[in-house]
């Protein structure tokens, strides 16, 4: 009997290389120069000041964009007044849905070309921002826009009334989702806004201003001030602002705690977290490492409440760092535009400065460094996904905020050495579970001191669930009903 024989070199590993999937940047236009979105229009600011935002993918210039100054916070402020006494504030409710809702809707019909121009400017994988950013983002209005007439019954025995001005300071991590989390609810609640998007992601809120243009959003109702921490402190100070909300670091949520002192603006916070992801020996352990991952390197790490302290019960220990290992070398690191990947760009180089020189703590104090051996692009700014064992509490990179793709593993050996561990966090803004026991669900929910405890799962939003941190991760909910309440006078009933 003849025997064929296979080829050798059908023997050979083959190589499943993905192929190039771009995403097209031609349904974005995106213009030389920007001026700020003041009572319903384009200006220049008077400042005469502007500042350029980049690709941090390529590090090439996408436009330039005005920085406003204290005459241009002004004019803002002034105009956010106006159209509160003349027109939002008297609207009927019903009349403001309507608006809200028409917003939501062009939201949804300009999501593609909005998550191109949120990638090109922050550096976040297409995928994240076409299929999380801006579905949640759309969500956030819809959701909202449901409330605008219904406030009564929001919140049974309170007469809703607006604040006025709402002055909103938001970062880069997730632009249009963190401005969403903010205009709904203010607009909703009858408020008007003057928003202070972040330096280096600047053009989706420029591009929502514009939406809101068409939409017939009557001038004033929501201003757009670009500039850095300056014209953010402008915002923030403002006399004639009546409520300030401000998420980014705790650094700078202490600073507008003291400048607001001793006034009555309303303040909420929603700062740094040190996320601890718990993985107890009876959970499904590979959907564990799958929640890990999404965890700690969606978006890059940059995420307020990322799970980026990893306890594992030590029984399972080693076996699941062995996982995490080889997943994190499947991982796709590159081009943000290409839709196979998993984590893109760092927002900025200072942002790839301060991930450096945590990661260089944790291995001159003592920690085991893991990084997958992938290739990175040439130029712009990129970073490997990280992880560290044998990491210890007092380490910096166990204690501080790193806001990068790293991920910092220590062990326990029992549920109250987990709670002890997980708490031990000047931070307390998220924590995650993983275990089949629905009763050590509830025990360890109960013992976590985090606005947000995730059970078998991570880094899941939804428009009607509060979001919000414990200590030094801030005051105030943001999300769900408990989101209205930071943008109402609820003091007498
Ligand atoms: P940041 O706090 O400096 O900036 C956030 C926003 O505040 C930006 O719009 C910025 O222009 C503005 N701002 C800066 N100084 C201000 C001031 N004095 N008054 C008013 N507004 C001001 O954050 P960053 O420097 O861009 O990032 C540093 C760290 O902040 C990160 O490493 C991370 O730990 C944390 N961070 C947290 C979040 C979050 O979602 N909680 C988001 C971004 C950054
Ligand atoms: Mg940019």
Redesign the pocket.
């Known amino acids: 009997m003849a025997i064929t024989r296979i080829p050798s070199t059908t023997h050979e590993p083959l190589l499943w290389e993905y192929a190039d999937s771009k995403e097209s940047t031609d349904v974005v236009e995106i213009d030389d120069r920007y001026g700020l979105y003041i009572d319903g229009e384009f200006r220049s600011p008077r400042s005469r000041s502007h500042f350029t935002t980049v690709n941090p993918a390529t590090e090439e210039p996408l436009a330039t964009v005005a920085e406003a100054g204290k005459a241009d916070v002004d004019d803002a402020v002034a105009a956010a007044r106006a159209a509160y006494e003349d027109v939002w504030g008297p609207m009927s409710p019903p009349e403001r849905a309507k608006y809200i809702f028409r917003i939501a809707r062009m939201i949804q019909e300009r999501s593609r070309e909005l998550a191109v121009l949120e990638t090109l400017d922050g550096g976040k994988p297409i995928k994240e921002s076409r299929d999380v950013d801006l579905p949640l983002v759309a969500g956030h209005f819809f959701y909202y826009a449901g409330w605008a007439d219904k406030l009564e019954y929001a919140f049974p025995g309170i007469r809703p009334r607006p604040l006025g001005v709402a002055g909103q300071?938001?970062?880069?991590?997730?632009p249009m989702l963190?401005l969403a989390w903010k205009v709904a609810p203010a607009l909703a609640a009858g408020n008007t806004v003057v928003l202070?998007?972040?330096?280096t992601t600047p053009l989706t809120a420029l591009a929502f201003a514009r939406l809101t243009e068409e939409a017939g959003l009557p001038p004033g109702v929501l201003n757009v001030v670009t500039?850095?921490?300056e014209?953010?402190?402008l915002?923030?100070a403002h006399d004639d602002v009546d409520k300030v909300a401000?998420?980014?670091?705790?650094?700078?949520?202490k600073?507008?705690q003291r400048q607001l002192a001793g006034t009555t603006k309303k303040l909420t916070l929603?700062?740094?977290?040190k996320g601890a992801h718990l993985i107890f020996e009876d959970a499904p352990l590979d959907q564990a490492v799958e929640g890990v991952i999404n965890g700690i390197f969606f978006n890059q790490g940059?995420?307020?409440c990322a799970g980026s302290r990893l306890l594992v019960e030590e029984s399972v220990h080693d076996r699941f760092v062995d996982k995490l290992k080889r997943r994190l070398s499947t991982l796709r690191v590159g081009d943000p535009m290409d839709k196979n990947t998993d984590v893109g760009a760092i927002n900025s180089k200072?942002?790839l400065d301060?991930i450096s020189d945590l990661v260089e703590s944790g291995r001159s104090e003592g920690a085991e460094m893991f990084q997958p051996d992938c290739e990175l692009p040439q130029r712009g700014f990129f970073f490997r996904p990280t992880l560290f064992t044998g990491v210890s509490q007092s380490h910096r990179i166990a204690q501080e905020?790193i806001?990068g793709p790293v991920l910092s593993i220590l062990s326990f050996r029992t549920p109250e050495e987990a709670v002890e561990k997980a708490n031990n966090t000047p931070y307390g803004l998220s924590a995650g579970v993983w275990t089949s026991k629905g009763s050590r669900i509830l025990w360890m929910a109960d013992r976590l001191r985090a606005g947000v405890v995730w059970a078998n799962t991570f880094n899941k939003f939804d428009p009607a669930s509060p979001f919000g941190g414990y200590k030094e991760s801030g005051f105030g909910r943001e999300g769900g009903r408990h989101g209205l309440l930071a943008y109402m006078d609820w003091s007498e009933g």
């Open positions: 300071v938001i970062p880069w991590n997730f963190m202070k998007p972040a330096e500039g850095a921490g014209t953010g402190s915002v923030v401000f998420t980014g670091s705790t650094a700078v949520g600073l507008i929603e700062l740094g977290g940059h995420v307020c200072e942002q301060r905020e806001f």
